[in-house]
Each structure stands twice: as C-alpha cells, then as structure tokens.
C-alpha cells in the first residue's frame, strides 16, 4: 500500500504563488516518477509536471515558465512551486507516483486562484 498526502493548497491572488508539497509512504520499492496532475470543475485530469528519477521532466504548456517541479528522493517527496499564478490554474491538484507500472494518486488539494 502506498499514501501520497499533499499539501499547500489554498486561495491566493492572481500573480501569487504557492508550493504544493507531496510526501509518500508505505510500501513502495521502485519509484519511476513523481509529478502532480490537476482538475478543473467540468474538465478532465491533465497533466500539470512530472519528474523521473531518471531526471527527465515534462511540463506541460500551461506551466512552462512558470512552476517548477523538483523531488527530495531520500524523502519520496516532491514539490510544484508555482508563480504567476492565474485564474485558469484553479483546479484540484493530485499528486502522482509511478511505481513499477502502477499509478498512485494523492487524495487532491484545491488551489484557487482569484482576486
């Protein structure tokens, strides 16, 4: 069993920042990647950055710029920092963990964006 519990979240100002955090636990033997999806109301789960541990990062459009992804391996954590923040980034954040082939998600923290 592996727990991914997150944290960071809240409501900040458009051109704020915060830094979500992500810390997993249990059973886990090999991690391949760590990385953090978000979900907006009525949309579906998109990919917002992953790390492998490999060192390969992927951002997606939306985050290039402006957040940045990085990973504590001797802790299994990872964070998003994410500046500029905008009113479209509102979403539920889901921590990810790929281990072995196996998909673990975080139960989800709300970042809200607005003024």
């Known amino acids: 069993q592996v727990h991914l519990v997150e944290s960071g979240g809240g409501l900040v100002q458009p051109g704020g920042s915060l830094r979500l955090s992500c810390a997993a636990s249990?059973?886990?033997?090999?991690?391949?990647?760590m990385g953090w999806y978000r979900q907006a109301p009525g949309k579906e789960r998109e990919l917002v950055a992953t790390k492998t541990t490999g060192g390969m990062t992927i951002y997606a459009d939306s985050a290039k710029g402006r957040f940045t992804i990085s990973r504590d391996s001797a802790k299994n954590t990872v964070y998003l920092q994410m500046n500029s923040l905008k009113p479209e980034d509102t979403a539920v954040y889901y921590c990810n963990l790929n281990s072995m082939g196996h998909m673990y998600w975080g139960q989800g923290t709300q970042v809200t964006v607005s003024s």
């Open positions: 249990g059973s886990i033997f090999s991690i391949n990647a």
